[in-house]
C-alpha cells in the first residue's frame, strides 16, 4: 500500500522549519567558538592600600599602661589617660571591634577576649557617640559556638552591637600592595568596610610558632581561606597584617594572661595574674610591653623587630613616656 | 465537617509539626531551635525502631516505650498512623493529588488493588530477620522506615540546601552522602506519578507492620451490601487501594476515609459490623514468607561479604558511642545527630566504611568547622535509642567524678611525616600543636637536630595518651587532602586500648 505524499505546501513549510533550526543550532556553535583552550592563570585579587583607621597623634598620649583587676575599670581609665573615647571616636561613626574569638571555650580559661572587656568598650563607644558598634571575627572553631560559649554574643546583645559572623560571601580576595603574602587572598572585607574606625582588643597568650600572640596576631582572625599555611611564614603574615590595618585604638588586656598551652589553654592552671589593662594607638608598643608580661622582650618576638623596621611602630614603647595609672584594689 | 476534612487537618499538622520539629534541630536557645523541643517525637512513636531494637538488644529503650501508644491504637482502631499521622504518607498523598487527573472512572483503574502490595511485607520480614540474627543481628529498619527516611531527606537534604541559600548558619553545612539521600527521596516521591502512594503501598515496612496488628482492629471499614448500589466509587479516591467497592482488603486500609465521603448511598460504615465484605489478614503466601525469611539470611552476610566490619574497628564515630558490634544492632540511621552537630563533624557513612554501615554516623574531620568542639555534648542528648550514649560534660573531659576514667577518647591523632611540612619539608607550620584543645596539650614539639637558618625548626609529635581523637588538628592541618594528621580510631574508648 502506497502512502499519501504530503502536500508541496507542507513540504515548503516543513522544509522552512528545518532550515530555521539548523541555521540557528549553527549560529549559536559560531557565536559561541573559542579556538584557544582555557588558561591558568592567578588572577591578582583586588589590589588595597593599607586601610587607615587611626586619628592624629597626641605627644605622649599614645600609650597608657593601667594596674587593677578589674577589666571594666581598668580599660575606662586606660582609655581616659589617652583623652577619653571622644578622641577616638566623633558622633556618628560606625565602629568595628576585632577581639579574639578564636576559640569555643568560656571566658574563664582566657583564650579569648573577655566578654567584660567587650561589654565596657561597647558602652565607651556608644558614650562617645558611636553610631553602631559592629564586633567581626573569623574563628578557628565553629563560629557561632565561639561566639556563644566566650559570651562574646550576649556581651554584644545586651549592648546594642551587632555581631558580623565570617560568612563566605563577606571575604573577599585582597592584595595588599607590597605584600607578598596577602596577595589575592580573601580577607574579612565586608565589616572593614561597613565603618570607619577600628579596635582591635586581645589578650596576652603564648604562642608556639609566633612566641606569643597579642594585638598585632589578633589580625589573623580577619585572614579567609586556608589560612594555615601562613605559619610556615608566622612573622611576616603578622607584620602584613599589620600594615594592613592601621586601628584606631588597641586594648591589650593582660588582666590574666596564658603563660602554657597557648593559644588554646583549656585550663585556669595555664593562666597567671598580672592585672594589667593597655591601651594604645601604637599596636607595636602595645604588643612591646605585653611581651614583657610573659617575660619576654621585643628581640625575641621577630615580628615586632620586623614591624618597627617598616616604621609601624616602636618597640621601645618607654620612648613614648607610657601613661602609668594604678587603680585602688 | 467531613470527616475527610478532618482527616486533612489532622495530615496538615503532623506535617508541619514535623518539618517545625526538624528546623528546631539547631542548637541554641531561641525558640525555633533545640531548647526544649520534644524533637525525636515522630521517631518515639515508630514501633519500627522499637520492635528491630528490642529483636536486635533484647531490651526496649526507655523513650521508644511511647511507640506503644501507636501500635494499641492501631490495635484498636486500625492503621491510623499512616492515614492521618505520618508525614511521609502525607507528602505522597499531596504529590499523587497533583500527579493525577480528576476523572472517576481513571481514578477507579488507578487505585486498583494489586498483589505486589505484599512486598512491603515481605520487605518488613527480611529487615526483622536481619534483626533476629541473635548475636550476629544488625538493625537495618531505618534505611526504608518512612520516619527515620522522611527524617533524614529534611534534615540532610531540604533544610542544608535552604540554609547554604538563605545564609541562616553562619558556616554551610555539608552532607556526604547527599546524592543518595536526593536519589531516593526524589525517586519516592516521584513514584507517586506512577501510582499514588506508592511508597505506602509498597515499599514501607512501617505500614506493614500495622497491616499485620490491625488484623483484630475493633472497627473496620464495612460496606453496606443493602445500601450498595455497586457504583464502584469508593474506589475511586481509596489511598491504601484496598478496594472497597470489592472484598475491602482490611490490611491495606489506611483510615482514610475517602470512601465514606464519596458513597453516595451511606453503604460504607467505619462501625464494629461483621465484616464479610472484608478480608483482615494480607494475601501473603507462605512461599513467599519464606523466600523472605532466605533473603534476609542471605542479605546480613553478604552485606558483611563487602570486607567492613565491626571486627575491622576502623570507624571514628561521635564521643559516647556505644562499641561498634552493638552500635549496628541500635543506630536507626535518622541522622539527627549530623543535623543537630554545631560543628557538622558528624556525617552519614557512604559505603566505604562498610554496606551494613551505609548513614551511620561517623566523624569527618575535613568537613566542617572544626572538628569535635570540646565543650559539647550535642549529639550524645538528641540520639534516640542511646547508640551515642548521653555523656555529661564532666564524664566527656573526664573532671569531676570521672577523673579516675580520663576523657572519652574518639581516636589518636597520627602524623604523617612524609607530609608533614616541617617533617618532610623543613618548613616551620606547627598549626596542629597550637589547635590542640587540651590541657596539657596532646601535640608537643621537639627541635629538629640539624638547626635550620638561624631559627631552630620545631617538630610536632603526639601524645598518645593525652590526645583524644578531638580532629581540631586534622581540620587545621594546612596540608591538602586528608591533612597530615589524621585522626584514627585507634585506642577509642568504646573498644580496645591501643597500648599494651
Known amino acids: 500500500m502506497t502512502q499519501n505524499k504530503i502536500s508541496r505546501r507542507d513540504f515548503i513549510l516543513r522544509s522552512t522549519k528545518a532550515g530555521i533550526s539548523a541555521a540557528t543550532a549553527a549560529a549559536l556553535a559560531g557565536l559561541l567558538y573559542e579556538s584557544n583552550p582555557a588558561k591558568i592563570s592567578p588572577q591578582s585579587g583586588h589590589i588595597v592600600e593599607p586601610m587607615d583607621y587611626s586619628v592624629p597623634p597626641i605627644a605622649g598620649k599614645t600609650i597608657s599602661i593601667v594596674t587593677g583587676f578589674s577589666r571594666s575599670a581598668a580599660v575606662t581609665k586606660a582609655v581616659e589617660l589617652l583623652g577619653g573615647m571622644e578622641r577616638f571616636i566623633k558622633p556618628g561613626d560606625n565602629i568595628l571591634l576585632k577581639p579574639n574569638v578564636g576559640f569555643s571555650l568560656p571566658p574563664r580559661v582566657c583564650a579569648t577576649t573577655h566578654p567584660e572587656l567587650i561589654a565596657q568598650t561597647i558602652k565607651l563607644c556608644y558614650k562617645a557617640g558611636a553610631k553602631k558598634v559592629f564586633i567581626t571575627d573569623n574563628p578557628i572553631n565553629d563560629p557561632k559556638s565561639c561566639f556563644e560559649l566566650t559570651e562574646i554574643a550576649s556581651a554584644a546583645q545586651k549592648n546594642n552591637a551587632e555581631i558580623i559572623m565570617p560568612r563566605q560571601d563577606y571575604f573577599k580576595s585582597v592584595t595588599l600592595k607590597g605584600a607578598e603574602l596577602i596577595a589575592n587572598w580573601p580577607i574579612l572585607y565586608e565589616p572593614l568596610k561597613k565603618v570607619n574606625k577600628v579596635i582591635g582588643i586581645a589578650v596576652v597568650k603564648d604562642h608556639k610558632t609566633s612566641g606569643a600572640s597579642m594585638l598585632m596576631k589578633n589580625w589573623y582572625g580577619l585572614l579567609g581561606g586556608n589560612r594555615s599555611i601562613f605559619h610556615q611564614d608566622i612573622n611576616k603574615i603578622i607584620v602584613e597584617l599589620a600594615t594592613l590595618i592601621k586601628p584606631t585604638l588597641v586594648i591589650l588586656d593582660g588582666t590574666q594572661i596564658m603563660v602554657s598551652n597557648g593559644p588554646t589553654g583549656g585550663s585556669e592552671s595555664d593562666l597567671k595574674q598580672t592585672d594589667t589593662m593597655i591601651a594604645s594607638c601604637d599596636q607595636v608598643a602595645a604588643d612591646s610591653f605585653g611581651a614583657s608580661l610573659l617575660g619576654l622582650t621585643p628581640d625575641d618576638l621577630p615580628y615586632l623587630v620586623k614591624a618597627e623596621k617598616l616604621g609601624l611602630g616602636t618597640t621601645d614603647y618607654k620612648s613614648l613616656n607610657p601613661l602609668y595609672a594604678k587603680l585602688r584594689e | ?500
Open chain 2, 1 to 500: 465537617m467531613k470527616i475527610t476534612t478532618s482527616r486533612r487537618i489532622s495530615q496538615i499538622f503532623f506535617f508541619v509539626l514535623f518539618i517545625w520539629l526538624c528546623v528546631v534541630t539547631t542548637v541554641g536557645e531561641k525558640f525555633w531551635q533545640i531548647h526544649g523541643w520534644l524533637v525525636n517525637f515522630f521517631l518515639y512513636l515508630d514501633p519500627l525502631g522499637a520492635i528491630g531494637t528490642a529483636l536486635t538488644t533484647h531490651k526496649l529503650y526507655a523513650p521508644l516505650f511511647w511507640s506503644l501508644i501507636t501500635v494499641i491504637l492501631t490495635i484498636l482502631i486500625g492503621r491510623f498512623f499512616c492515614g492521618i499521622v505520618c508525614p511521609f504518607g502525607a507528602l505522597h498523598q499531596f504529590v499523587s493529588h497533583l500527579a493525577h487527573g480528576r476523572k472517576k472512572t481513571e481514578l477507579i483503574t488507578l487505585h486498583k488493588y494489586h498483589k505486589v502490595q505484599n512486598i512491603k511485607y515481605y520487605i518488613l520480614f527480611a529487615i526483622l530477620i536481619i534483626a533476629a540474627f541473635g548475636k550476629y543481628s544488625s538493625l537495618q529498619c531505618g534505611l526504608l522506615d518512612p520516619i527515620s527516611l522522611l527524617t533524614r531527606s529534611i534534615n540532610l537534604l531540604i533544610l542544608p540546601i535552604i540554609d547554604n541559600l538563605a545564609k541562616i548558619s553562619a558556616t554551610s553545612r555539608f552532607y556526604q552522602t547527599s546524592l543518595l539521600t536526593l536519589t531516593v527521596f526524589l525517586t519516592f516521591v516521584l513514584l507517586n506519578f506512577y501510582k499514588p502512594r506508592f511508597f505506602c503501598l509498597y515499599i514501607c515496612p512501617l505500614g506493614a507492620l500495622f497491616g499485620i496488628i490491625n488484623r483484630f482492629a475493633i472497627l473496620r471499614i464495612n460496606r453496606n451490601l443493602s445500601k450498595c448500589t455497586d457504583c464502584k466509587l469508593c474506589n475511586a479516591h481509596c489511598q491504601g487501594s484496598c478496594q472497597p467497592a470489592e472484598t475491602v482488603k482490611l490490611s491495606e486500609c489506611l483510615l482514610c476515609f475517602n470512601c465514606l465521603d464519596d458513597c453516595k448511598f451511606n453503604a460504607i460504615d467505619f462501625d464494629t459490623a461483621d465484616a464479610k465484605t472484608g478480608q483482615v489478614s494480607p494475601d501473603l503466601s507462605r512461599r513467599g514468607v519464606l523466600a523472605a525469611a532466605f533473603t534476609g539470611l542471605l542479605t546480613l552476610p553478604a552485606l558483611r561479604l563487602f570486607g567492613v566490619s565491626y571486627k575491622d574497628n576502623n570507624l571514628l564515630r561521635p564521643p559516647g558511642a556505644i562499641p561498634e558490634k552493638d552500635f549496628i544492632k541500635r543506630c536507626l540511621k535518622c541522622g539527627q545527630c549530623m543535623r543537630l552537630c554545631p560543628t557538622n563533624v558528624i556525617q552519614p557513612a557512604g559505603i566505604e566504611s562498610g554496606l551494613e554501615n551505609l548513614l551511620t554516623p561517623v566523624m569527618n574531620n575535613r568537613i566542617g568547622s572544626s572538628g569535635c568542639q570540646l565543650d559539647c555534648v550535642a549529639c550524645g542528648y538528641i540520639c534516640p535509642t542511646a547508640t551515642i550514649r548521653p555523656l555529661t560534660l564532666a564524664e566527656k573531659l573526664g573532671k569531676g567524678d570521672f577523673s579516675s576514667k580520663g576523657p572519652v577518647k574518639i581516636g589518636t591523632a597520627y602524623v604523617n611525616r612524609s607530609t608533614c611540612l616541617p617533617w618532610a619539608f623543613g618548613r616551620p607550620c606547627l598549626v596542629c600543636q597550637e589547635n590542640c584543645p587540651v590541657s596539657p596539650k596532646a601535640i608537643y614539639t621537639r627541635p629538629n637536630s640539624e638547626p635550620q637558618n638561624e631559627t631552630t625548626l620545631l617538630l610536632p609529635y603526639v601524645d598518645a595518651n593525652l590526645c583524644i581523637g578531638c580532629g581540631i588538628c586534622q581540620h587545621e592541618c594546612p596540608v591538602g587532602s586528608k591533612g597530615a594528621i589524621i585522626v584514627t580510631p585507634d585506642g577509642q574508648s568504646r573498644e580496645n586500648r591501643l597500648f599494651l
